[in-house]
């Protein structure tokens, strides 16, 4: 597969059907817990050939995650028809884009948060040309970084955090491009799932942190 990110779409299909139904390393953890089902959208889009992952940036009016970078998504509720219909749903609510706009091209391994849910992400494909519509008491900002962009080394890096008084390792995807723009925790996790499922392990490189090419579909004033 090219390191530019020029996959096919019928290539990222196949990599994503023999993936498996739940995260290996957190599987044991999560069989245990009481967890309450989520599911987010994982979205792709094409821009001169390559293929783009967007990101949304929560405001701070929300209760929960204010600032953090994350995908579409939210709880699946009772009237949901399937954890897939909730990621277009929760796409929808968050940022304008129709249920018919967004080609799911497969699913990755269920994940955990710390918030105490079990989060189905699904890989969808966008129109490159939508207009995006926000619900701005959620959503800050909507920008996309190319693949390639996140496949170089030094993107991903490895942080401690504290998390109820104990310290863990993270994997961090950091941005030189303006404060706060780091990805962590299940966001992380997923993106890093989806990457290393393409191209192979990921480069943990110390040093400066990478300023990466990033556009901005919305971004409030």
Not at 10 to 34: F, K, Q, T
Not at 43 to 67: I, N
Request: glycine share 8%; net charge negative; hydrophobic share 40%.
């Amino acid at each position: 597969m090219s390191v530019k990110g020029r996959w096919d779409i019928d290539e990222i299909r196949s990599e994503l059907d023999v993936m498996p139904e739940v995260d290996p390393v957190l599987g044991p953890l999560m069989e245990r817990l009481e967890l309450r089902p989520a599911a987010v959208l994982l979205p792709l889009l094409r821009r001169e050939g390559d293929w783009h992952v967007l990101f949304t940036r929560r405001s701070q009016r929300v209760t929960a995650h204010k600032g953090q970078i994350s995908f579409p998504g939210g709880r699946v509720d009772d009237t949901d028809e399937s954890e897939e219909y909730a990621a277009r749903r929760e796409t929808y609510e968050e940022i304008g884009v129709p249920h018919e706009s967004i080609e799911i091209l497969g699913k990755l391994p269920d994940s955990l948060s710390i918030a105490g849910f079990r989060m189905a992400p699904y890989v969808g494909m966008l129109p490159s040309s939508l207009s995006f519509v926000p619900n701005e008491y959620e959503i800050e900002e909507i920008f996309d970084v190319p693949i390639r962009a996140l496949l170089e080394p030094g993107v991903l890096r490895k942080t401690m955090r504290v998390h109820v008084g104990e310290r863990h390792i993270h994997h961090v995807f950091s941005f030189d491009w303006r404060e706060g723009y780091e990805i962590w925790g299940a966001t992380a996790r997923i993106l890093k799932t989806f990457l290393e499922q393409l191209a192979g392990p990921l480069k943990v490189v110390e040093g400066e942190v990478k300023r990466v090419e990033m556009s901005f579909p919305f971004e409030k004033k």
